[in-house]
T-cell receptor
């Protein structure tokens, strides 16, 4: 089951903050965040594991609420370089291990001067 | 260290033609993947290979075949291309750390395919 991302698109001015959410109907063991700039390949940002840990990457941080099966990506004091499409990927437990990464549809972020 | 490379970068096919997309990685990763990316649908897994000599279907395998030629190379073949296969194709690889929960995938630059 594909995770659901919201919002679908965000427009920011430089310096503003944004939150991107990723939710699943299934129990999750890890949430993975990737960013893809226009015309380029997706690039890994961070992984959050079951346990509610919060991680950070530059001024981008994320949290994982395992009770709600939801992860949120926080972009603070946005920069022009943050523009792109953000994808969450999720892994749940299946017999013998974890399912292959399932990606959400993405959230398009545009940061303007 | 090139990471993940893909060829070709662009391709135009006519309906019914066949072609093979090539992917290679130099990071000594065990797992390799093929995804397609369509507007508004994110990345959908076509096939994957957990190790040399093994391949498995992903979400959208119909119309595709794969070959894991060796640890480095993983190719995707379209036997009879259809307009519905117009998409951007990404190859990825990962080291599958800690049983897969922590895996980080590294993506190639993509192949843009147009089927007329």
């Amino acid at each position: 089951q594909q995770p659901v991302q919201s919002p679908q698109a965000v427009i920011l001015r430089e310096g503003e903050d944004a939150v991107i959410n990723c939710s699943s109907s299934k129990a999750l063991y890890s949430v993975h965040w990737y960013r893809q700039k226009h015309g380029e390949a997706p690039v890994f940002l961070m992984i959050l594991l079951k346990g509610g840990e919060q991680k950070g990457h530059e001024k981008i941080s994320a949290s994982f609420n395992e009770k709600k099966q939801q992860s949120s990506l926080y972009l603070t004091a946005s920069q022009l370089s943050y523009s792109g499409t953000y994808f969450c990927g999720t892994k749940g437990f299946i017999s013998g291990g974890y399912n292959k990464l399932i990606f959400g549809a993405g959230t398009r972020l545009a940061v303007h001067p | 260290n090139a990471g993940v490379t893909q060829t070709p970068k662009f391709q135009v096919l006519k309906t019914g033609q066949s072609m093979t997309l090539q992917c290679a990685q130099d990071m000594n990763h065990n797992s390799m993947y093929w995804y397609r990316q369509d507007p508004g649908m994110g990345l959908r897994l076509i096939y994957y290979s957990a190790s040399e000599g093994t391949t498995d279907k992903g979400e959208v395998p119909n119309g595709y075949n794969v070959s894991r030629l060796n640890k480095r190379e993983f190719s995707l073949r379209l036997e009879s291309a259809a307009p519905s296969q117009t998409s951007v194709y990404f190859c990825a690889s990962s080291a599958e750390i800690a049983g897969g929960r922590r895996e980080t995938q590294y993506f190639g630059p993509g192949t843009r395919l147009l089927v007329l």
